[in-house]
């Protein structure tokens, strides 16, 4: 299953490239570890980290059970546009936090998709 590698591992360098963003603001808002509060812009960039890593806990194994039932080519084509969603949820957080709803739905909305195949390949595999 090379595209679900693929889009594993896009997910994580995705979350990488947000942990190495909040660095970046953590320097510019003059943000001292382990503080996480203070500067509204500096808690933008590190709420859009946090809630990529509480929707990556449910993407990733979501993405490996779906891809177990069905074909792995479709489910990594639903991991990519959840890729797409986090990138446009931190755009649409950072600019200003009530713009991130099209990111927020187009992330969680792959993920209710991988669970209900997920749960669907294991019925039909049990039947």
Known sequence: MPWIDLITL??????????????????????????????????????????????????????????HYWPAAWMALIGAIYLVGRVLYLIGYVRDPRTRGTGYYFSIGPVVVLVVLGFAGIVKSLL
Do not use: C, D
């Not at 190495?20 to 933008?44: D, I, Q």
């Not at 709420?47 to 979501?62: D, H």
């Open 10 to 67: 896009f997910a994580v360098l995705e979350f990488l490239g947000m942990v190495w963003l909040v660095g970046k603001a953590r320097v510019r808002y003059s943000m001292r570890a382990p503080a996480t509060s203070g500067n509204e812009h500096f808690e933008r960039w590190f709420r859009v980290q946090q809630n990529t890593l509480e929707t990556l806990i449910m993407f990733l194994p979501a993405l490996w059970i779906a891809a």
